[in-house]
């Protein structure tokens, strides 16, 4: 399941998880990865691959470039919160001229939310990564235009879809802002 | 801005920030975005969404699956089956649900009909933005209620139709469903000849459109565009026939592409695509058969055992995701939607700078951006 397990078994062992992944392009995945400590795992659908975050990009590089998977297309780029355990932050790849489809998954600790930026290697990281930056809580190092998206500017120290926080909790804050205003005028603090 | 000597004049020049929206009737909702504009040259432009951010991920997760169904059509509220069917499909895939024919039948019917209706919705207001203010937009609505009315005989609902369901469909439609289909088709075919006649061969319509706002393949692609966007600038990605599901895979249509990726070709890939659509619908009213709608085992409370899944489906505005992650239970651990509009618009930058103002407006309407969708 995570990446330490990955790194210390390596991608040979394992024969429950190989024949699983038998007529998927998870060898050419690792063949594209070399030098990248990457371990697959089966899914539904497409198969998921797990890279350290210390060798993502390189690794996300490694994939756009190779010319025989070609992922020029980031579908979708998100984070999952699995509280204690840490987040994951999930890219959906897509190679528009093969029609291949992969997981990549880069795992981080509670105690440390930093990853390397995708953005250099697709544009379309942008978006998407500002708006993970200000639901999780994920910095993403390097990042062109690390502003808040969706949520308001000034909104930097809550993060909305994490599981600690209660669905509720942004209204509560709200009203009692409103019932005691910090301010004298109103104004509040941009005095 | 700083101030700066024009390099062809002798003055000084200041470059002037002209903040739009975000309540501008051009915007299709509430979106904001500020122009850097040098004369009538635009230098830059800097988008602002997140006025329609309503938590919508948030709330999938306290929702069980079958609540959920409600929630999606109010993301894409111009294509809510389409934005069903990306859910849907993700919980039968991790529920390993088998949806009986007649089911997959009906949601395709659905589906393209539903297809023809957003872009109906947008020939309608793009039309506005180019300047045909008001004909276009009758003309479009009056088609477009067509099909919202038969929508409305089959689900109860003219815009939150919350009718498929994991497995199936939520109750049977209408006994007289096939004709009046048939119907609705006679009524948009005449439909897209009056927008031929009112859009696509007018010449001032053209005037406004050919060679502006475009860009290329490849930029279309890091941007992560698809849909009419990245069609039109000649990529044939269209997931009905790349990961064909339901039955697209038995169905025979073609891919509309284009060539320059301009604003007049998305907007010919959309009138070309409600072709297809027709053609596609009535294959499906042929193969239609009576049968059961819903596997013949549902539990009462549907739940999913721990996995995960990334749905994607070919919505009118392109591929709408559905990442779906399950911890077992009846609730989804995580749903993250991918909006074909959220990459569509990050591509308005590049697409933007370096045309005229009023062309500005243009290009934003021929993303045909639904911000439901945008913000979630």
Known sequence: MTTDDGAQQGSESGAAASAALDGTIWPEVDRAL???????????????????????????????????????????????????????????????????????????????????????????ANWYEREA????????????????????EDMTDTFPL?????????????????????????????? | MATQVHPDHEFDVQDLMINMGPQHPSTHGVFRMVLVVDGEIVRDVVPYIGYMHRGGEKLAETMDYRQGIGWMDRTEYLAQFNAELSYVMAVEALAELQVPDRAQWIRMIL???????????????????????????????????????LFEEITGDRMMYAYFRPGGLA????DNFVPRVREVLKSVR?????????????????????????????????????????????????????????????????????????????????????????RIV???????????????????MLRTPPGEIYMRTEAPRGEYGIYLVSKGGNRPHRLKIRSSCFANLQALRDMTIGSYVADAVVILGSLDIVLGEVDR
């Open chain 1, 162 to 191: 994490r599981k600690d926080h209660p669905l509720a909790e942004i209204e509560v804050l709200q009203g009692e802002a409103l019932a005691f205003p910090s301010g004298a005028g109103g104004g509040g603090e941009e005095e």
């Open chain 2, 282 to 300: 009535e294959q499906c009213l042929e193969r239609l058969e009576p049968g059961p709608i819903m596997p013949d085992r549902m539990p009462r």
């Open chain 1, 34 to 124: 070399a030098g990248v400590t990457a371990t697959a795992e089966p899914s539904v659908l497409d198969v998921i691959v797990w890279i350290p975050r210390d060798e993502i990009v390189r690794g996300l590089r490694a994939l756009k470039h190779d010319a025989n998977l070609k992922f020029d297309y980031l579908r979708s780029l998100t984070c999952v919160d699995n509280e204690e355990e840490g987040m994951d932050v999930v890219y959906h790849l897509y190679s528009i001229e093969h029609g291949y489809n992969l997981t990549v998954k880069a795992h981080l600790p509670v105690d440390d939310l930093n990853l390397d930026s995708a953005t250099p290697v697709w544009r379309a």
């Open chain 2, 190 to 278: 005449q439909g897209i000849k009056d927008m031929n006649g009112l859009l696509t061969d007018n010449e001032v319509f053209r005037a406004r459109t050919v060679g502006v706002g475009a860009i290329s393949a490849a930029d279309a692609t890091d941007w992560g565009c698809t849909g009419p966007v990245l069609r039109s600038t000649g990529v044939p990605l269209d997931l009905r026939r790349t990961e064909p599901y339901l039955k697209y895979d038995e169905i025979d249509f073609d891919v509309i592409t284009g060539t320059t990726g301009d604003v007049f070709e998305r907007f010919t890939c959309r009138i070309g695509e409600m072709w297809e659509s027709i």
């Open chain 2, 111 to 149: 589906c393209e009909l539903n297809r023809i209706l957003s872009h109906f919705m947008f020939t309608g207001a793009f039309g506005t933005d180019v300047g045909v203010f008001g004909t276009a937009f009758t003309y479009s609505f009056r088609e477009r209620e067509v099909i919202q009315d």
């Open chain 1, 133 to 152: 930056a200000e639901m999780f809580g994920v910095r993403f190092r390097g990042h062109p235009d690390p502003r808040t998206l969706l949520m308001p």
């Open chain 2, 171 to 174: 109750w049977e439609v209408p």
